[in-house]
């Protein structure tokens, strides 16, 4: 008898603190990333389901991540023009198709140049990739990579 109490008993913990334990969705208004300012010279996560940190969750602040940015910056190149590259690291078994695009501001913080377009890459398993983008100006540049998964 007191052995079936006790099974109840921890069943019911169990159970209790499964249901206490929410996932937050991709949409959600808490994550860290969906209200921090933007800042320039960055790598950021369009898509939350790659990089995510959270606080106030259930069991205190978290992060998730598949993926992670190595090393970012830029260069000028020979024609005086701006390089700009992300080295993206995979955390995963499996591979990565990801989407990225630079957008180019002045040092006033104006957009500058063509409109961005997404560029496809790879990035495997458990290995890092390189993404690049050079720009049209000459002048001074800042920027920021935004990363999103292929769909």
């Known amino acids: 008898m007191k052995s079936i109490v006790k099974t109840l008993t921890a069943a019911a913990l169990g159970l209790g603190l ?3 334990c929410t ?3 991709s949409d959600s208004t808490r994550l860290t990333e969906r209200t921090a300012p933007i800042t320039m010279n960055s790598v950021v996560f ?3 389901n790659l990089s995510r940190t959270w606080d106030g969750g259930i069991f205190g602040d978290g992060e998730r991540y598949r993926l992670t940015v190595a090393q970012h910056g830029q260069r000028a190149t020979a024609t005086g023009t701006t ?3 992300a080295v993206l690291r995979n955390h995963t078994d499996y591979d990565y198709q990801v989407e990225a695009r630079t957008q180019f501001f002045d040092q006033d913080g104006v957009p500058t140049d ?3 377009t ?3 890459l ?3 398993g458990n290995s890092l990739a390189t993404y690049r983008e050079l720009s049209t100006s000459t002048q001074p ?3 920021r990579v935004e990363v999103r998964e292929l769909n």
Do not use: C, F
Request: glycine share 4%.
């Open 23 to 25: 996932n937050l969705p």
């Open 18 to 20: 499964l249901a206490g």
């Open 141 to 143: 540049l800042q920027y």
């Open 122 to 124: 790879t990035v495997s």
């Open 46 to 48: 369009s898509d939350y």
């Open 114 to 116: 063509v409109k961005p």
């Open 118 to 120: 997404w560029q496809r």
């Open 83 to 85: 390089e700009v590259y």
